[in-house]
């Protein structure tokens, strides 16, 4: 083999999950045909998260708040954001929640077939995050749209159809901010309206950062949301015995088992780094100023510290990085836990099985998106 291995680009149209399965079991660092290093174990994906001084996230040319930022200005934006992501924030959302769910999964058909990604994931994803940051409904078959052709651009590659796209969702936020940032000293409590009304330096936040901040907890989650979701249902639906034994847990139990599925199977791939001097991985020199991505999926199915496809909820969770780890890990946590665990919660409690359609495949995603594109099930 080259040094050019091929990895999450050069492997369009194949299973990124099965391919860095192969990869890792030979390198520990490949780099792909971008010229991206893309780091497949375990403990060199944990050393360079950690590692925020040699490893920059200062890798877009956009602004990203807070993701693309380090030190002390990403601190200061992150402990903004944090404020919108406590228990007591976000616990009180659990009802309106569960009503979605519940409303969801009466529209769903029983006994024909349908898709767990698109008719539950993505629907649910959108009408919780509408829900969340005070959003109109009327929104709806806009993100919608706007995750179908997010999901397309980013599946082909095309680097200048994904920044139409993410051009078009920030005019989505502008129309939410706008009316917003003019009435500043108003005193509507929904989410967005009180990150308008935010200051850092002692000023407002700015339109392009809040359109930043709003695409971030947005953008890409309700993706990341909708993969999850197909993930969990297409493991309930082979694992029976599982999805029965959840219909009466605790919230910590559903909790563990959900991340834990997603050890197995994340779709949330990978996140990007710059490297600000030379680092040695392995026997492999990676040069300063260059373009690293940590795959987290690989990572969470290394043979050095997981038995990778057992379900151990216990035993897998200190080193589970579906959340990443180090300053940059995720502060959605808790919304994306609570929101997975209505959603799966209601789905069970209101049916009697699930199980995988017969005579339709379950088909996976491709790289560079991770999980599965289509999840057809069929409940009774
Ligand atoms: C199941 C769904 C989700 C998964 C698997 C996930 C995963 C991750 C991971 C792995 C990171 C670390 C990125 C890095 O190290 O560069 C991250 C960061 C982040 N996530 Fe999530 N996330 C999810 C949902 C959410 C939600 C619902 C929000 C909404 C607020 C959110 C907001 C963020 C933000 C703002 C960051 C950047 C943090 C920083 O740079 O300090 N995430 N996420």
Redesign the pocket.
């Known amino acids: 083999m080259t040094d050019h291995m091929p990895d999450d680009l050069s492997a369009a149209g194949k299973d990124m999950r099965e391919f860095t399965d192969e990869l890792r079991a030979k390198f520990s660092v490949v780099k792909n045909i971008s010229d991206e290093w893309v780091f497949l174990k375990h403990a060199d994906v944990v050393a360079a998260?950690l590692d925020h001084d040699r490893f920059s996230?200062k890798v877009s040319r956009y602004l990203q708040i807070?993701?693309g930022?380090d030190g002390l200005e990403?601190s200061e934006y992150?402990k903004v954001?944090e404020r919108y992501?406590t228990p007591e924030a976000l616990v009180p959302f659990t009802e309106s929640f569960e009503r979605i769910a519940l409303q969801l999964v009466s529209e769903l058909p029983v006994g024909s077939v349908f898709d767990a990604v698109t008719d539950v994931g993505a629907i649910f994803a959108v009408r919780a995050q509408c829900e969340w940051l005070g959003w109109p409904a009327t929104l709806e078959p806009l993100l919608l749209d706007w995750m179908k052709d997010n999901h397309a651009a980013t599946r082909s590659g095309d680097a200048a159809w994904t920044a139409d796209v993410a051009a078009k969702f920030d005019d989505i936020v502008r129309s939410v901010i706008q009316p917003r940032r003019g009435a500043v000293n108003s005193e509507t409590v929904d989410v967005t309206s009180r990150l308008c009304r935010e200051k850092v330096k002692g000023r407002l936040l700015s339109e392009a950062e809040l359109v930043s901040i709003l695409r971030?907890?947005t953008g890409?989650?309700l993706g990341?949301?909708a993969l999850?979701v197909g993930v969990i249902i297409a493991y309930l639906a082979k694992h029976p015995e599982l999805a029965m034994q959840l219909k009466t847990a605790a919230d910590d139990e559903v909790d563990a088992a959900i991340d834990e599925i997603?050890r197995i199977d994340?779709p949330?791939v990978s996140?990007?780094r710059i490297t600000t001097c030379p680092v040695q991985i392995g026997d492999k020199t990676i040069p300063a100023g260059a373009r690293v991505k940590?795959n987290?999926t690989s990572a969470n199915r290394d043979e050095a510290v997981f038995k990778k496809d057992a379900f151990d909820p216990a035993g897998h969770r200190e080193a589970n990085?579906?959340?990443?780890i180090?300053?940059?890990?995720?502060?959605?946590?808790l919304?994306?836990t609570i929101?997975?665990r209505v959603a799966v919660k209601t789905l069970l409690n209101s049916i009697n099985t699930i199980e995988l359609a017969t005579d339709q495949p379950l088909v996976r995603e491709i790289a560079p998106l991770g999980g599965y594109h289509r999840v057809p099930v069929i409940i009774t």
């Open positions: 998260a996230s807070p993701n930022l990403h992150r954001i992501l971030n907890w890409g989650d990341s949301i999850c997603l994340n949330f996140n990007r940590l987290w990085l579906v959340y990443g180090g300053k940059h890990v995720c502060p959605g946590r919304l994306a929101e997975l």
